[in-house]
């Protein structure tokens, strides 16, 4: 009776049934991660092209949006929530707020960068 509990039949079974979940569970963090800052990336990348375009002498601040709006939407999955865009005197600020793609529920998806910069102009000299 004693050698028919030693044996380990299905051990292997009962050890993948065990461990396969938190391998799932730690490939889908990994993945939820690289799309996190992909989309995070994008999001820094393209705030400082809108700021470049909307700070430049003679251009329409909304020039900068659209070129902001279209980085994300053309190299991230990131759905745009938000993209204010505020001037004052000599500077431009741009705040964008994106939602990256998730894969496991209730890690972090929201991403908001906001940056500002001065606003180029032409001085004549005397």
């Known amino acids: 009776m004693r050698a028919r509990w030693r044996r380990e039949d299905g051990d292997a079974t009962v050890v993948g049934v065990l461990i396969m979940p938190l391998l799932a569970l730690a ?5 939820h991660l690289g799309l996190f800052l992909l989309a995070r990336q994008v999001t820094i990348t393209a705030v400082q092209q809108g700021l ?7 251009s329409p601040t909304a020039k900068g949006e659209t070129v902001a709006l279209r980085l994300i939407a053309d190299h991230s999955a990131a759905e745009t929530l938000s993209l204010v865009t505020t001037t004052s005197p000599g500077s431009v600020t741009m705040t964008a707020t994106v939602r990256a793609p998730g894969l496991v529920p209730g890690l972090p998806r929201t991403i908001t960068v906001a940056q500002t910069a001065v606003r180029e102009e032409f001085l004549t000299v005397p």
């Open 52 to 58: 470049t375009t909307a700070t430049a002498a003679d």
């Open 27 to 31: 490939l889908g963090a990994v993945l």
